[in-house]
Structure formats: C-alpha cells, structure tokens
Nanobody, 123 residues
Framework: QVQLVESGGGLVQAGGSLRLSCAAS????????MGWFRQAPGKEREFVAT????????VYADSVKGRFTISRDNAKNTMYLQMNSLKAEDTAAYYC????????????????WGQGTQVTVSS
C-alpha cells in the first residue's frame, strides 16, 4: 500500500502561483511513477502532468504546458506541482496518484490516489 497526502492548495488570484505537494509513505517512493490529475465540479477527472521514477521523464496536458512544472524529490518521498500564471479554469480539486507500471496520462495506470487538495483561482 502507498499512502498519498496532498497539500498546498488554496485561493489565489488569476495570474498568481501555487505549489502543491504530495507526500508518499508506505512503500519505496522511487518505485512509483507519479501523476497529478484534477477534477472541477461537474466535470470528469482530467490529466495534468506525470513524472517518471527518477524524474527525468515528464508529460504535461496541453492546457498547462509552459505554466505548470512537475518534479519529485525521492529522498523526501515527495512530488510537487509548481503552478504559475494560474487561470480561473485551473480551479479544481487536484489529486496525486502513484503507478508501478508507467508514467501515463491515463488515470487507469495509477493504483493509488490521494484525497485531493482544492485550488480556487479567482478572476
């Protein structure tokens, strides 16, 4: 089992920045590819970004490319999502997820999920 806890969400004005963290425990963190997903009210969960086991491989959704940066610190068992130039449409609950098999934009690749942290961007 892997336990994932997100933090860092909050209310920010459009154009501002936030950094989300995802703390992992329970298994060897470096054995897992990690991802960020988000879900806005009334919408399906969507892919945001993913990062490989060592942090050298990353993939981003087109909607966040150039504004968001995913990273990880395996020594701290933590993944991050730096979000800059935030827009109202970035408002959502953000979830981190862990996968043993691949870093993928598909939510089906991930076995473990956190409870989410809310990000609200005011325009």
């Amino acid at each position: 089992q892997v336990q994932l806890v997100e933090s860092g969400g909050g209310l920010v004005q459009a154009g501002g920045s936030l950094r989300l963290s995802c703390a992992a425990s329970g298994r060897t963190f470096s054995n897992y590819a990690m991802g960020w997903f988000r879900q806005a009210p009334g919408k399906e969960r969507e892919f945001v970004a993913t990062i490989g086991w060592s942090g050298t491989g990353t993939v981003y959704a087109d909607s966040v490319k150039g504004r968001f940066t995913i990273s990880r610190d395996n020594a701290k068992n933590t993944m991050y999502l730096q979000m800059n130039s935030l827009k109202a449409e970035d408002t959502a609950a953000y979830y981190c997820a862990a996968s043993r098999t691949s870093y993928s934009p598909s939510s089906y690749a991930y076995e473990y999920w956190g409870q989410g942290t809310q990000v609200t961007v005011s325009s």
